[in-house]
C-alpha cells in the first residue's frame, strides 16, 4: 500500500500562473482533506471532502478549487497564483467524519513557491 | 473562532529525561485530541489519541487531557534524540474537523 500520494513534490510558479496538485489514496478512505502549512503556523484546511461527490470549504479556501473525481482522488486547482500561496500543501485522507478515531494518514506534501 | 495553542518551543530535554508537550484549546465540549510528531520536512504522522474519557499510555509516551482546565499533554519517558521533531496538537471541533496548534519543536540533547 502507498498510502497517501501527492505529486509533484515541488514547483515554482509565476505570479498568475495555474496548476492542479494530484493526490490519491489506496485506503479506501472516505474523506479526504487539503492544508496548508506556513512557518509558525498550524495546518490549515482549505478544502475537504467528507465522501465521493462532496466537497465542502475550510478554514482558507478562497483562491483555490478542488475536484473529488472519484473516492481516491482528490486534486487541488490555483487559478491564478499568488506569492500569498507559497507554501507546503499536504492532502490528507481519513474514515469516516462521524464515528472512528478519525486519523487523519497525511501525503508527504508538495512545496509550493509563486514569485 | 475555536482555538488550540501551544508553545512554540524550541524546548531542549536532555536525553533520557522526561518531555513534557502541553496544548489548550478553548471548545469546552471537545472531546477528542490527537497528537502528531513531525520530523524536518516530512508530513505528518499520529502518535497518540484520547478521548474525553480517559488518558492513555503507549510505550514511552502518555497523554494526559485536563478536561476542567483544558489542557492535553503529552509526556515522552526515556527522551530519545529520535524524538526530535516538532509535536502538534489536534482537537476534533464540533463539525467533526481537526483544529490544529501550531506545534512545539522539541530537541532531545545527547
Known amino acids: 500500500n502507498a498510502g497517501v500520494t501527492q505529486t509533484p513534490k515541488f514547483q515554482v510558479l509565476k505570479t498568475g500562473q495555474s496548476m492542479t496538485l494530484q493526490c490519491a489514496q489506496d485506503?479506501?478512505?472516505?474523506?479526504m482533506y487539503w492544508y496548508r502549512q506556513d512557518p509558525g503556523m498550524g495546518l490549515r484546511l482549505i478544502y475537504y471532502s467528507a465522501s465521493e461527490g462532496t466537497t465542502d470549504k475550510g478554514e482558507v479556501p478562497n483562491g483555490y478549487n478542488v475536484s473529488r473525481l472519484n473516492k481516491r482522488e482528490f486534486s487541488l486547482r490555483l487559478e491564478s497564483a499568488a506569492p500569498s500561496q507559497t507554501s507546503v500543501y499536504f492532502c490528507?485522507?481519513?474514515?469516516?467524519?462521524?464515528?472512528?478515531?478519525?486519523?487523519?494518514?497525511f501525503g508527504p506534501g508538495t512545496r509550493l513557491t509563486v514569485l | 473562532q475555536k482555538e488550540v495553542e501551544q508553545n512554540s518551543g524550541p524546548l531542549s530535554v536532555p536525553e533520557g529525561a522526561i518531555a513534557s508537550l502541553n496544548c489548550t484549546y478553548s471548545?469546552?465540549?471537545?472531546?477528542?485530541f490527537f497528537w502528531y510528531r513531525q520530523y524536518s520536512g516530512k508530513s505528518p504522522e499520529l502518535i497518540m489519541f484520547i478521548y474525553s474519557n480517559g488518558d492513555k499510555e503507549d510505550g514511552r509516551f502518555t497523554a494526559q487531557l485536563n478536561k476542567a482546565s483544558q489542557y492535553v499533554s503529552l509526556l515522552i519517558r526515556d527522551s530519545q534524540p529520535s524524538d526530535s521533531a516538532t509535536y502538534l496538537c489536534a482537537v476534533r471541533g464540533s463539525n467533526y474537523q481537526l483544529i490544529w496548534g501550531a506545534g512545539t519543536k522539541l530537541i532531545i540533547k545527547p
Open positions: 490528507a485522507s481519513s474514515e469516516p467524519l462521524i464515528g472512528g478515531n478519525n486519523e487523519q494518514f
Open positions: 471548545d469546552r465540549g471537545s472531546q477528542s
Open positions: 485506503m479506501n478512505h472516505n474523506s
